[in-house]
């Protein structure tokens, strides 16, 4: 049966990690000259806590080779083995894991290494999705067919709290921060060639969630039998508030919550709010 591995980027529940038996790495957070272990059983509420009363802006560091390729062993003893990373233009992890497993298929071992070009559980939605076909029966060829689909079909679309963060990644020009800033302008961002990238800007939080149920109404498939998840960092009454939205406006199938861990949060910063879904075509394809 094949064996599907994540990072802690993909935001996986430990309990559905547990469920399907999906691996999840480690990162490290660096706060304060801490360097912080999160993994699937770290709590996303507790690191929350230590960024707030920090006031400083952390940075992530990814495991030792040494440490994967154990892992690598480990699990492909006698499976082959998936291995979807966090968007290789935010860490080096998917380029160090290639190189890993090209080496240990000289060895034998049965190692696929996928980039999701994403963050978040807009990784772990379609890994445990395709946990599940594992479970069926699916075999390697199909679970890698289908999560390169979903990759390339799907994103997951931001409301950022705070620039600070994102200006630090040199992804919002200070001028723009400014003008936000004077007028309440809040950025929408939208997950797009493996990097976080303003998409759109709009007056207000309420507009800006507006825009968002509006993005869900006009590209989800099938939304009758189908799933929105909101996301959220630090941000559960913004959840709260977009949720009643939704249910009224598109009306899917289900709707449901994942806190956006210590590795993406680091980078964003918390308040953030977003939703990810199933959409109709490549969101490439759609304009703004």
Same mark, same amino acid.
């Given at each position: 049966?094949?064996?599907?591995l994540v990072?802690?980027?993909?935001d996986?529940?430990?309990?559905?990690?547990?469920?399907y #038996?999906? +691996?999840?790495?480690?990162?490290?957070?660096?706060?304060?000259?801490?360097?912080?272990?999160?993994?699937k059983?770290?709590?996303?509420?507790?690191?929350?806590?230590?960024?707030?009363?920090?006031?400083?802006?952390?940075t992530?560091?990814?495991?030792?080779?040494?440490?994967?390729?154990?892992i690598?062993?480990?699990?492909?003893?006698?499976?082959?083995?998936i291995?979807?990373?966090?968007?290789?233009? #935010?860490?080096?992890?998917?380029?160090m894991?290639?190189?890993?497993? +090209?080496?240990?298929g000289?060895? #034998?071992?049965d190692?696929?290494?996928i980039?999701?070009?994403?963050?978040?559980?807009?990784?772990?939605?379609?890994?445990?999705?395709?946990?599940?076909l594992?479970?069926?029966g699916a075999?390697?060829?199909?679970?890698?067919?289908?999560?390169?689909?979903?990759?390339?079909?799907?994103?997951?679309?931001?409301?950022?709290?705070?620039?600070?963060?994102?200006?630090?990644?040199?992804?919002?020009?200070?001028?723009?921060?400014?003008?936000?800033?004077?007028?309440?302008?809040?950025?929408?961002?939208?997950?797009?060639?493996?990097?976080?990238?303003?998409?759109k800007?709009?007056?207000?939080l309420?507009?800006?969630?507006?825009?968002?149920?509006?993005?869900?109404? +006009?590209?989800?498939?099938d939304?009758g039998n189908?799933?929105?998840?909101?996301?959220?960092?630090?941000?559960?009454?913004?959840?709260?508030?977009?949720?009643?939205?939704?249910r009224?406006?598109?009306?899917?199938?289900?709707?449901?919550?994942?806190?956006?861990?210590?590795?993406?949060?680091?980078?964003? #910063?918390?308040g953030?709010?977003?939703?990810?879904f199933?959409?109709?075509?490549p969101?490439t394809?759609?304009g703004?």
């Open positions: 049966m094949v064996k599907l990072d802690r980027a993909a996986i529940a430990p309990e559905t990690a547990g469920r #038996g999906i +691996e999840v790495l480690p990162f490290v957070v660096n706060l304060d000259g801490e360097s912080i272990i999160v993994d059983d770290y709590p996303a509420d507790r690191f929350y806590s230590l960024l707030r009363a920090s006031g400083s802006i952390p992530t560091s990814q495991m030792s080779p040494e440490e994967l390729e154990n690598f062993r480990r699990m492909g003893k006698e499976n082959p083995i291995y979807v990373s966090i968007s290789a233009k #935010g860490s080096g992890i998917n380029s894991a290639g190189l890993i497993a +090209e080496s240990l000289d060895e #034998g071992y190692i696929t290494v980039d999701s070009g994403m963050y978040a559980y807009a990784i772990g939605f379609p890994v445990v999705e395709a946990a599940e594992a479970e069926r075999g390697k060829d199909e679970i890698i067919s289908f999560l390169k689909q979903a990759f390339e079909r799907d994103t997951a679309y931001f409301i950022v709290d705070d620039l600070t963060y994102l200006k630090k990644g040199g992804r919002i020009k200070a001028t723009t921060m400014a003008v936000s800033n004077l007028l309440d302008i809040k950025p929408i961002l939208m997950i797009t060639d493996g990097l976080v990238e303003a998409y800007k709009v007056r207000g309420k507009k800006a969630m507006s825009v968002l149920v509006g993005y869900i109404e +006009e590209r989800m498939e939304p189908n799933e929105v998840v909101i996301l959220d960092a630090d941000a559960q009454d913004k959840a709260a508030a977009i949720e009643p939205l939704i009224k406006r598109v009306n899917p199938g289900s709707v449901s919550f994942s806190h956006i861990g210590p590795v993406v949060t680091a980078h964003t #910063g918390p953030l709010i977003g939703v990810y199933k959409h109709k075509k969101y394809e759609y703004k």
